[in-house]
């Protein structure tokens, strides 16, 4: 085995030139990258620094290889390779002197140059670690202290991860104690929230422990070094004072997390292995500022989000509170505006209906056979035109119901068809009514809502049907629950989830408010029951009415 042969376990390319600038040695990583290699001096005119802002005439001067080969010293520097296809490679470069000869070692750093510069020194410090340990045993205590500043870095750079990714208090401080306990080689960890006027601790978030909601305490000594912001290192037998004790002694670590200067809580580790605290307080500093922060933010999200929910609920109820006004309003103006109309309607029907009645007594004292058939069949007509003008306004004022502002009991088959009396200009000659009632026992029930909630959906399926077409109405009683099922064949519903909500119409601008079934959902919630759509485009919908009723 030859004296340079140790450089074939290498990872990286590593050349030795003697003091005549002859190469000796090349080893097979070296063999692999650079296959067009010649000789030193042609590979030193293709390999120079990525950056050189000297000035100078000396081609040496800018040639990595020629200042590690004329150097008496120990060289390092970042360079660049060009190939003949004009590729960029770029490597660490390091030399040493030993004896008379000149060890080079090239380093592929290509893939890294993205990297931060604190991510370079430590790959660097690394990568001289692994070629030189075999050399100098004394450089394998510097590569263990950057593995543990590695470590380290990892562990507040996960933490630093956790809360950019996220709000939730609960995960962040889970993640924290996984991290830590990870670190310490903790077999058993907990955040616990601080009370400042108990002067006790309530353990919130666990690692390990089933304590979660305990109540927790420390003797005196704990608590000062707490306030002070300082960590509390520890051999103990008992966890905390409530605590059962161990088999064993461990070692307790006490982290205070403060924000600004306000003590929120502690992370408390138990291990079994002994550590240097002095060498972990750096990061245990970095981790208690970056937790007392993201706990006060989670707080003022969850504040936030709980403000959120409030002024969302207060505007669902100041919604339905504007559509039982305007609801209110229009009910109220119906009702004066019927009473206005039937009183009218009343004089001069009255005056009719006595005319009729005395032409009706004329009638018979004329003699004339054919005379007195036609006026009789005209006089009977009127009397069932006035009759039918007398029901019109009593289902007006039936419909209405002002007066009747409490429960009640109803008929609903009854009530229905009050309803469509009043739509019968919608229907007539047009649509067939086809009715499935079903027995019903007396509803308590508010009856002008529901006959308002009847009305708009009847109304709905005849503008819904063009030309002629067919509604079909069922009524059921079952299982304490009063089933109202209508049915239309129109066009149906292009976005069924959006029919309840107020301002939405699938009718022209100026035609529909809608507000009708938004009106008509909180009549059927004020009754405790629920009011629901099923709907298949050019097939018609069907609405679904159920109030529980005892």
């Known amino acids: 085995m030859g004296k340079f042969d140790l450089f074939n376990k290498f990872s990286s390319a590593v050349v030795v030139v003697d003091e005549n600038k002859n190469v000796v040695f090349r080893n097979n990583v070296f063999m692999r990258i650079f296959k067009d290699f010649d000789d030193i001096r042609k590979f030193s005119h293709k390999l120079y620094y990525d950056i050189c802002a000297l000035e100078s005439n000396d081609v040496s001067v800018h040639s990595p290889i020629a200042q590690a080969l004329k150097t008496n010293e120990d060289f390092s520097a970042h360079v660049m390779y060009q190939t003949y296809s004009n590729d960029y490679f770029y490597y660490d470069m390091n030399s040493t002197k030993r004896g008379r000869y000149t060890i080079i070692i090239l380093t592929d750093v290509t893939a890294n140059e993205s990297l931060s510069n604190l991510q370079k020194r430590n790959k660097s410090l690394q990568n001289k670690i692994d070629i030189l340990e075999n050399e100098n045993k004394n450089l394998s205590k510097i590569k263990l202290q950057a593995q543990s500043q590695a470590m380290k870095l990892l562990l507040l750079n996960n933490v630093s991860n956790t809360i950019r990714e996220s709000i939730d208090t609960s995960v962040i401080l889970k993640s924290a104690l996984t991290e830590l306990a990870g670190m310490f080689g903790a077999f058993r960890g907990y955040y616990a929230e601080y009370n400042a006027k108990k002067k ?115 505007l669902k109820e100041l919604k339905a509170t504007q559509l039982q006004l305007i609801n209110s309003e229009k009910m109220a103006s119906l009702g004066q505006l019927v009473a206005g109309v039937a009183h009218e309607i009343n004089t001069p029907v009255a005056s009719i209906k006595s005319n009729n009645e005395i032409t009706r007594k004329l009638i018979t004292q004329i003699q004339d056979k054919e005379i007195n058939e036609l006026l009789t069949e005209i006089n009977q007509i009127d009397a069932e035109a006035i009759e039918r003008i007398n029901r019109l306004v009593v289902s007006l004022r039936k419909f209405v119901r002002l007066d009747e502002a409490e429960l009640q009991e109803a008929d609903i088959n009854k009530e229905i068809d009050l309803t469509l009396d009043l739509i019968r200009h919608e229907t007539k000659n047009r649509i067939e009514i086809v009715k499935h009632y079903g027995k019903l026992p ?86 405790k029951g629920k009011i629901d759509v099923s709907t298949k485009i050019n097939k018609g919908s069907e609405f679904r009415i159920t109030i529980p009723s005892e």
């Open 200 to 314: 006790n601790f309530k353990i919130c978030e666990t690692f390990h422990t089933k304590d979660k909601g305990k109540c927790i305490t420390f003797d005196d000594d704990i608590i000062s070094c707490l306030l002070n912001n300082k960590v509390s290192y520890t051999t103990c037998r008992k966890e905390y004072k409530e605590a059962e004790p161990f088999r064993e002694t461990v070692q307790r670590i006490v982290l205070p997390i403060y924000h600004l200067t306000k003590l929120l809580g502690i992370i408390v580790l138990s291990t079994k292995q002994k550590i240097k605290l002095d060498d972990t307080l750096e990061v245990l500093s970095g981790v208690s500022s970056q937790l007392g922060n993201a706990i006060i933010q989670g707080e003022l999200y969850k504040k936030n989000k709980e403000m959120v929910s409030d002024l969302t609920r207060a």
């Open 442 to 527: 007396p509803v308590k029930c508010y009856p002008n809502m529901l006959n308002q909630v009847f009305m708009n959906i009847l109304v709905n399926a005849t503008h819904a049907i063009s030309g002629n077409g067919k509604i079909t109405i069922d009524t059921n009683y079952k299982n304490k629950n009063l089933i109202v099922k209508i049915k239309d064949n129109g066009s149906g519903i292009k976005e069924p989830d959006k029919i309840f909500d107020a301002g939405y119409t699938t009718k022209g601008v100026g035609v529909g408010t809608g507000l009708g079934l938004a009106i008509s959902r909180k009549i059927v919630e004020k009754h």
